[in-house]
């Protein structure tokens, strides 16, 4: 059963960096897409990016479009998400998720086609 745990939330100043990374239990996320979504208090679930794994293809909501890079690393087991010039309205528990790639990276993302949630992390911006 695949399992992930996210890491790497904490409390930065605005216009600050954060990396959060995204640990699978299994050897490797070849034909999976991991996706990063956000909840904020009082606000719905924003999908904020996904990437293939195989291929390395990305989707960014506008919200975080340049500012934002997702990443996998060469064993295909750990997915990135540097966050660079953090702002206030960032601030949410960030959680990744995956699912088997059965359509665009956008579609797997803008539709929450993802099956496997990980616990969450807490980031905040605030000075």
Not at 72 to 82: C, I, P, W, Y
Request: with cysteine.
């Amino acid at each position: 059963q695949l399992q992930l745990v996210e890491s790497g939330g904490g409390l930065v100043q605005p216009g600050g960096s954060l990396r959060l990374a995204c640990t699978a239990s299994r050897s490797t996320l070849d034909y999976y897409v991991i996706g990063w979504f956000r909840r904020a208090p009082g606000k719905e679930r924003e999908g904020v990016s996904c990437i293939s794994v195989s291929d390395g293809s990305t989707y960014y909501a506008d919200s975080v479009k340049e500012r934002f890079t997702a990443s996998r690393d060469n064993t295909k087991t750990t997915v990135f998400l540097e966050m660079n010039r953090l702002k206030p309205e960032d601030t949410a528990v960030y959680y990744c998720a995956a699912g088997r790639l059965i359509t665009s990276v956008q579609n797997m993302c803008t539709m929450t086609l993802l099956h496997t949630w990980g616990q969450g992390t807490q980031v905040t911006v605030s000075s």
